[in-house]
């Protein structure tokens, strides 16, 4: 669409969002249907904005809630952590 400005003030809605925190919180509790629904919905935005660092790790936590995988998600989660920060100090 060539409207940077547009798409800028998207990426800072996706920053703002505390969906990430929700996620971190759904994992330590050990909630993994809610999990699921948040990573989800970050795949979704995060992929809709091409923000590819931010998609991969996402997606393959996606793929495991999805089976309900019983696993530690922490590297996972840090990855997608190390990620937005990057994203957020730009």
């Known amino acids: ?5 547009f798409y800028l003030r998207l990426v800072n809605i996706a920053i703002n969002d505390t969906k990430l925190t929700e996620l971190e919180q759904q994992l ?13 919905a970050l795949k979704g935005v995060y992929s809709n904005l091409s923000l590819t660092p931010l998609t991969i790790p996402i997606s393959e936590m996606v793929n495991l809630l999805r089976n309900k995988t019983d696993t530690d998600y922490s590297k996972l989660l840090n990855e997608e952590k190390t990620q937005f920060q990057f994203l957020c100090n730009l």
Do not use: P
């Not at 669409?1 to 400005?5: A, H, Q, T, Y």
């Not at 330590?28 to 989800?40: G, R, Y």
């Open 1 to 5: 669409m060539n409207k940077e400005d």
């Open 28 to 40: 330590s509790n050990n909630d993994l249907d809610s999990a699921f629904e948040t990573a989800h």
